[in-house]
């Protein structure tokens, strides 16, 4: 990472101990210097008596990177090392030299300098150099051009050994190239890079990362082959994302600078804000410290804090994460079959690389850090609210109803991370260790009994209050597995003598040709207008009034409705009516076709967000994007490339009309199972890779794909057939 510093004069490093001439032990030690061989014994002594000695303690830097530097070094006793941007890059010992380009006014300091214990160092002025160079011209010359030589050979060995390493990846073959940008090809240096190319805005919104053939990648990226370049920005989804990841990461960096004993990692995503999990705090008062984070990220990115994306050695990082408190992190590295990876980093903050960042922080603007049930919650400001088209607030702001009503942090939420973490799976990396580990069927059966366990808990509570409760709502967002979870409340209520008709909102969607149409042109089928409330309601009203009633059927591959498909059915006494679908607690949905009073309200949806790293977790949305595109793929005729087209519309339809509920909600549930996503890759890998390269869906393919890289794969043999998870991978013991 790349810190710019101020160019101002070299310091003192220990002025107590400045001036000395040097001994007759220090010109012995000097003449034994690669650069003054050749020299007579003479020579050197006049050469020493134009140096001085300075006394190094351990840890203090003799130079840093980014100053001017006045003295050449040459190191008497005791090592120093050499850092450049935070990489070591050598350890230096009894007669070595250092700092010669920046002696000879060449550029300023490129590295760091620092005593690995106590040392003795003679070093030589600019002054002192011209001074030597009149008087004696010959020794002057000398040193000169040893130096110079010096400089040649370890610019020979760095060349040779770059060489050989791009001869083992990627040398560039042609000096030029060709790339098509908004239509026009153009002819560009090879390693030319993204932000050169494409500028800083399109259509008036910041570009946050570039397309190389459609691949999403930073704007720091260099072109090494024909291609065809885009970009990515904050109105595209893919855009936001890289937004809010890029400020985490942030955020990282400034908490490990202002609050080193506590320990933060970043949350799921919460519309127009990203949550911020307190992992371990310290004695500062958390409002303090909020303030002091926020503070210094804004500082960061005033001072030109860069964000990049670096290469490492599988076993390096594997040991930096160790080192640092992060055994999770290197757990995760230990399936790698690549022996190097990408990470992102800020400062000292490094974190997995799973997909571009935004290296340009001056673009970073308008957030703010606000107090959380959690910890903090990032609020990303107009920035990111201007662009998402068609977001409305219901009632209330997004960030207040967030902090009143945390989306996934409900009681059972909470459970079901806590007992996880008591099983030792508190991440992926600890998850992929208990697959390889063959713990994968005890970890199955304690999920799905978890889930049984809390869903014989909610017909118990339907049962204290039989005669009273007459309809369930159930509401959730898109591929929330609220048609299994019905069917096993069903199950459950049965057990009580509960019978359980259910009126799925899904078979009240109206024709294709009435189905509303949203601002992109496209049916919106997450508008409460796409439901037939009127044959709902008619329906439920003669229900509930004793009346054989004849449920509606919708047809997804037809588009068709059929309001009389079923056979009659009666609601008994003491039976209760399921309304189950997104709009499930939107109060106008039934709109007093029955009594406040016996309505039980539950929202369902999956809440766990695993993490990945301190910076990345499995977010419970693509979760379902991922269930949905398996689902769909063989059950309602949709590709993976239509689900994800129509994604943004989904997501908009949540924010618009299924969250605002969740609030009204008597319980809710979490349909999460930690396994999920290792089942869902056997399917939705080869889906996601009949998306087409050319298509607009496959950058959010190809971050998918990423996604699901992390996970161990296991196969789907001891998911138990009234799993959720059967709903979409097929081979449930319920009909659909």
Known sequence: MTTRMSNVTERQPCEESIGRPLTGDDIA?????????????????????????????????????GEDGLYAFFVLKGRVQIRRKGVLLQQLGCGDHFGELAFMGLRPRSATVSALEESRLAR????????????????????????????????????????????QRSLPRRMSLNIRIDGEVRTVPTGTPLSELVGEERDGASIVAGLINNRPVSLDSQVSADCDVGVLTLVDGEGRRIYRRSIGLLLMEAARLVAPGWRLRIGPSVSFGQVVCIEAAGPEDPSEVRKAI?????????????????????????????QIGLPDTARLLERCCEPSVVLACCGETYAVGLGPILTVESRMCDFDLVEHPQGFLIDFGDVVRSRLRGFVSVNLNEVENELRHPRFFEPMALEHRHWLAAMG??????????CVEGRVPHLIQVSEGFHEKRIGAIADLVADRRGNIRVIRIAGPSSSGKTTFINRLSVQLAIHGIRALTLGLDDY??????????????????????????????????????EPVRRSRYNFLTGKSHPDHHEPVVLGSGDVIITEGIHGLNPTLLDGAVDASEVFSIFIHPSLDLPIDQLSVIAPTDVRLIRRIVRDRFRRGYSATDNITRWSSVRRGEQIHIYPYMNL????????????????????????LEVPQSHPAHPLAVRLRRLMDQVVPIFPNHVPPTSVLREFIGGSGFEY
């Open 29 to 65: 030690v000097l003449g034994t210097a690669p650069v003054i061989q050749g020299l007579s014994a003479e020579g050197v002594r006049v050469l020493a008596s134009y140096l001085e000695v300075i006394s190094c303690r351990r840890e203090l830097d003799i130079a840093r990177e």
């Open 124 to 167: 030589i002025s600019r002054e002192s150099f011209e001074a030597m160079s009149v008087a004696h011209p010959d020794i002057a010359l000398h040193l000169l051009q040893s130096l110079i030589s010096s400089v040649g050979d370890q610019l020979v060995a760095v060349t040779d050994s770059m060489g050989q390493l791009l001869r």
């Open 294 to 322: 926020l503070e210094k990220m804004q500082d960061l990115i005033k001072d030109g804090e860069e964000l990049t994306e670096e290469l490492w050695m599988v076993e390096e990082a594997k040991s930096h994460f160790v």
């Open 425 to 434: 799976v508190r991440s992926v990396g600890s998850f992929n260790q208990f």
């Open 509 to 546: 969607y109206v024709d294709r040709d009435r189905t509303p149409i949203d601002a992109s042109g496209d049916y919106d089928f997450e508008a409460l207008e796409a439901i037939d409330r009127v044959l709902l309601q008619r329906q439920l009203g003669a229900l509930l009034a004793g």
């Open 665 to 688: 909600a008597d319980i809710v549930f979490d349909s999460s199972l930690v396994y999920e996503l290792a089942v869902l890759k056997i399917f939705a890998e080869r889906y996601l």
